[in-house]
């Protein structure tokens, strides 16, 4: 966490079995706390989809720009009923 940042206590609903593996890497050592594990988590989580935007984003602009409704209907048919393998 970066200092002077602002935070807000949150409640979050885990697994058990999940709680029970980041305590378990709390206790080893491996993570400050379970607030801490999760805020990693959090971040890395953002880092990533934030990343994947932008990924997309360069894709679109080399392949002709943002999807038409059309492409968009298309695609959400496509990951809603994936073809049979």
Do not use: N, Y
């Not at 200092?3 to 807000?8: I, N």
């Amino acid at each position: 966490m970066v200092v002077g940042m602002a935070s807000k206590k949150v409640t979050v609903t885990l697994p058990i079995e999940q709680l029970d593996e980041i305590r378990s890497l709390v206790e080893a050592g491996h993570a400050s706390s379970i607030s801490g594990f999760v805020q990693h988590a959090v971040g890395v989580s953002l880092d990533d989809v934030s990343g994947w935007a932008a990924m997309l984003a360069g894709a679109l602009d080399e392949t002709g720009g943002p999807l038409t409704d059309e492409e968009r209907q298309w695609a959400d048919g496509v990951l809603k009923d994936p073809p049979a393998a």
